[in-house]
């Protein structure tokens, strides 16, 4: 019903930026809350950022002042600007959206989808 396409990643120097975007396509009639998470190797998956309808944002700690989440909701489209990278922050980075779908109106029926995931290789 909904699919999320996801660009940006890719391998980059410790210290420089990278600019992940997210967009949702399909039975949209509304998307809530929209967020980045991410995955290193052996490790859980994590929240990285979020924002809801409202704008308001939350961040990881090692994430804050360093990443932006913004969202364009003509666009349906998240992004996420990263900068100051580091080695560390290396992981298949995923996008989550929270979704209510054409298709279970007039009930208000939120659903989670993500997206397929991108490579973010930081080499030091």
């Known amino acids: 019903q909904v699919q999320l396409v996801e660009s940006g990643g890719g391998l980059v120097q410790a210290g420089g930026s990278l600019r992940l975007s997210c967009a949702a396509s399909?039975?949209?009639?509304?998307?809530?809350?929209m967020g980045w998470y991410r995955q290193a190797p052996g490790k859980q998956r994590e929240l990285v950022a979020g924002?809801?309808?409202?704008?308001?944002?939350n961040y990881t700690d090692s994430a804050k002042g360093r990443f932006t989440i913004s969202r364009d909701n003509a666009k349906n489209t998240v992004y996420l600007q990263m900068n100051s990278l580091k080695p560390e922050d290396t992981a298949v980075y995923y996008c989550?959206?929270?979704?209510?779908?054409?298709?279970?109106?007039?009930?208000?029926?939120?659903?989670?989808?993500w997206g397929q995931g991108t490579q973010v290789t930081v080499s030091s």
């Open positions: 989550q959206m929270v979704v209510v779908t054409t298709t279970t109106l007039p009930r208000i029926a939120p659903s989670t989808y």
């Open positions: 399909g039975y949209i009639f509304r998307i809530n809350a």
């Open positions: 924002i809801r309808s409202d704008g308001t944002t």
